[in-house]
């Protein structure tokens, strides 16, 4: 059974910066995709930032630039680094790992508001 733990969300003004965290644990593959999605109230779930265990990141173009993302094989972690955060980054965000099938963390939430 696989297992994804998130930490890191919370409020923030916009301009400042946060890192989430996601650490895997269970039978995991050691070629996978792991990333990051998020959901605003009212619409659909979108991808913001992946990582395949190789090491190639792909990037939503809104968060280019702003957010940096991560990954520790070693211990199938990886982490997202949101800087100059606006109030349209306010979301829940959910960390995924993509092997044969999708897992997704329980989500955690970034507040970005004055």
């Known amino acids: 059974q696989v297992q994804l733990v998130e930490s890191g969300g919370g409020s923030v003004q916009p301009g400042g910066s946060l890192r989430l965290s996601c650490s895997a644990s269970?039978?995991?593959?050691?070629?996978?995709?792991m990333g990051w999605y998020r959901q605003a109230p009212g619409k659909e779930r979108e991808l913001v930032a992946t990582?395949?265990?190789?090491?190639?990141?792909r990037y939503q173009d809104s968060v280019k630039g702003r957010f940096t993302i991560s990954r520790t094989n070693a211990n199938n972690t990886v982490y997202l680094q949101m800087n100059s955060l606006k109030p349209e980054d306010t979301a829940v965000y959910y960390c995924?790992?993509?092997?044969?099938?999708?897992?997704w963390g329980q989500g955690t939430q970034v507040t970005v508001s004055s």
């Open positions: 995924n790992l993509k092997i044969v099938a999708d897992y």
């Open positions: 990582v395949h265990s190789g090491g190639t990141t």
């Open positions: 269970g039978h995991i593959f050691s070629i996978n995709v």
